[in-house]
C-alpha cells in the first residue's frame, strides 16, 4: 500500500509539472512546425532530425542520426535522415519507445493563417504537421523530459525517435529501422506511436490495404467508326458496373470486431484512386485530340480489407470480375498488377502498453479510455511486420479529422493531457506495473 501511495504521490506531482509546461510544449510544436517537412519530395529532414537531436542530447541522450541510404526517395538532395535518442534508467529493465514522423503533406489550397508560421493563439497551435503529427512529438519529448527533471528513477530505458516518410508509407524511415533491429526485442519492448487519434483513445491497430491497377485493353480504330474497334473504356465501364452491382453489396455486410473509427470503416471499402482511358485531354492551345477508339484504359483501386478477410481472398474477388467480364464479352482484355499491400494488424486489448494507457487516460481524464483503429495505415505496420514487436500502439492529442487539412491546429491543453497520460504510461511500462 505504501508503494503504491508513493507512486500516485510522484505521478500527481509530475502531472502538476506538466501543467506548468504549457507554454513549452506550445513553442516546441511552433518551432517544428516552422521546419516544412514536406513529403515529398522530403525537405527539411535533416535540420528537423538535428533539433530534436540537440535538444535531447543536452538533455543526457545518446543520440543517433540514421540515414536510409539507398532507400526509395533518399538523394544526396533529400536525405532519409532518421533521428534516434537513448537514454538508460538505473539498472536492467524494459525500453519503452516513443516514435514520431517528422515528414508532413503539402499544404494545399484554403489556409487562412500561414501553414509554416507555427501561429499560436486561442489555445492552439496552427500549421501544417500541428496535429499530423508535431504535437504529438512535442507532448513525447515534454513527457519524458519531465520524468527526468523530476528525478524519478526507472530502470530499463527511453527511446524517442523523428522518423521519416510516413506519409508515403513510411518505407526510409520506421520499415528501414525496423529491418535492422531498431524496432524488436531485446532492444524495445513497448512502442507508442503519438498519432493524433484523440486524447482519451488508445488505437490498437489498422484495417489492411490493398492497391492494384486495372488496365483494360481495346482495340483501337478510327472515332467515326467505332464498330471496327474495341472501346476499352466501355470495357472499363462494364467492370465499373459489375464492382458496383455485385461487389460493393458484398462488402458491405462485412463488419469486422476491429474498433475501427468512424464507423462507416468498420465494413471493407473500395475506392476508385483514378480512372484515365484514351488519349491525354487536350487544352484551347494544343486543339481537338484525334478521332480515336481508346485501347487503354487504366483504373486504380484501393481495396481496405479487415482482420477477418485474407489478402489472397481480397484480390480473387477481383479477378474473378474480371473473368467473369471476358467471359460474358468476347472482345474483352484486362491485365492486374499490384501496387502495394500491407495487412491489418491490430494489438489485442490486454497487452501491457494498452492496458498501461488505459489506466493513464483514466487518471488523468477522469473516464475510461475507448479502444479504436485507423481506418488507414500508419507505421505501427512495420513494427508489428518487420519488428515482430506486438505491443505498439498509437496514442497522442489531435483530432483525426484534422489531419491533412487546411487550417490545422492542436489544442495545447490536449497535448499537456496527453504528455501526462505518456509519461503515467512509460513509468508503469518501466517499473512493470500490472493492473
Not at 499560436?120 to 519524458?144: P, T
Not at 467508326?225 to 462488402?251: C, H, N, Q, T
Amino acid at each position: 500500500m505504501a508503494a503504491a501511495t508513493q507512486s500516485h504521490d510522484i505521478k500527481d506531482d509530475l502531472f502538476a509539472r506538466l501543467e506548468d509546461r504549457y507554454d513549452e510544449v506550445a513553442e516546441l510544436t511552433a518551432s517544428l512546425i516552422r521546419l516544412p517537412t514536406v513529403n515529398p519530395p522530403g525537405d527539411a529532414y535533416e535540420p528537423c532530425a538535428r533539433l530534436l537531436g540537440d535538444r535531447l542530447a543536452a538533455r543526457g541522450f545518446t543520440v543517433e542520426y540514421l540515414r536510409a541510404e539507398g532507400a526509395v526517395g533518399d538523394s544526396d538532395r533529400y536525405p532519409r535522415l532518421n533521428v534516434v535518442a537513448r537514454i538508460d534508467g538505473s539498472g536492467p529493465g524494459p525500453c519503452v519507445h516513443f516514435n514520431s514522423h517528422i515528414d508532413v503533406v503539402a499544404p494545399g489550397e484554403g489556409w487562412t493563417v500561414d501553414p509554416f508560421a507555427g501561429e499560436i493563439r486561442d489555445g492552439r497551435v496552427y500549421g501544417r504537421g500541428a496535429c499530423d503529427m508535431k504535437g504529438g512529438l512535442a507532448a513525447s519529448i515534454i513527457a519524458v523530459e519531465s520524468i527526468l527533471d523530476h528525478g524519478i528513477d526507472f530502470p530499463g530505458a527511453i527511446e524517442i525517435s523523428g522518423t521519416v516518410d510516413e506519409e508515403t508509407g513510411g518505407y526510409a524511415g520506421v520499415a528501414w529501422l525496423a529491418e535492422r533491429g531498431h524496432f524488436s526485442p531485446p532492444r524495445v519492448d513497448h512502442v507508442i506511436i503519438p498519432e493524433p487519434l484523440y486524447k482519451d483513445a488508445v488505437c490498437l491497430g489498422h484495417r489492411g490495404v490493398w492497391w492494384s491497377e486495372v488496365e483494360v485493353r481495346g482495340r483501337i480504330a478510327h472515332g467515326s467508326m467505332p464498330f471496327l474497334g474495341v472501346s476499352a473504356i466501355r470495357g472499363m465501364g462494364a467492370l465499373l458496373a459489375k464492382i458496383e452491382d455485385e461487389l460493393y453489396p458484398r462488402l458491405a455486410q462485412r463488419r469486422t470486431r476491429m474498433p475501427v473509427i468512424p464507423d462507416p470503416a468498420r465494413q471493407s471499402t473500395l475506392n476508385f484512386n483514378s480512372l484515365h482511358g484514351g488519349l491525354p485531354e487536350q487544352n484551347d492551345v494544343d486543339g481537338f485530340p484525334s478521332a480515336l477508339v481508346a485501347d487503354r484504359c487504366r483504373l486504380v483501386l484501393d481495396r481496405r480489407y479487415l482482420l477477418e478477410e485474407a489478402e489472397d481472398d481480397v484480390k480473387q474477388e477481383v479477378v474473378d470480375l474480371l473473368e467473369a467480364l471476358k467471359a460474358e464479352r468476347p472482345d474483352f482484355d484486362y491485365q492486374l498488377r499490384d501496387l502495394w499491400s500491407v495487412p491489418p494488424t491490430m494489438t489485442e486489448p490486454d497487452a501491457p502498453v494498452v492496458r498501461a494507457l488505459d489506466r493513464a487516460i483514466e487518471a488523468v481524464l477522469g473516464a475510461p479510455a475507448r479502444h479504436v483503429a485507423s481506418p488507414g495505415t500508419y507505421d505501427q505496420k512495420h513494427v508489428a511486420r518487420i519488428g515482430h514487436l506486438k505491443d505498439c500502439v498509437a496514442y497522442g492529442p489531435g483530432i483525426l479529422e484534422l489531419a491533412h487539412q487546411p487550417d490545422e491546429y492542436i489544442e495545447i491543453d490536449d497535448m499537456v493531457a496527453s504528455a501526462k497520460i505518456m509519461a503515467a504510461a512509460a513509468l508503469d511500462l518501466l517499473n512493470e506495473v500490472s493492473p
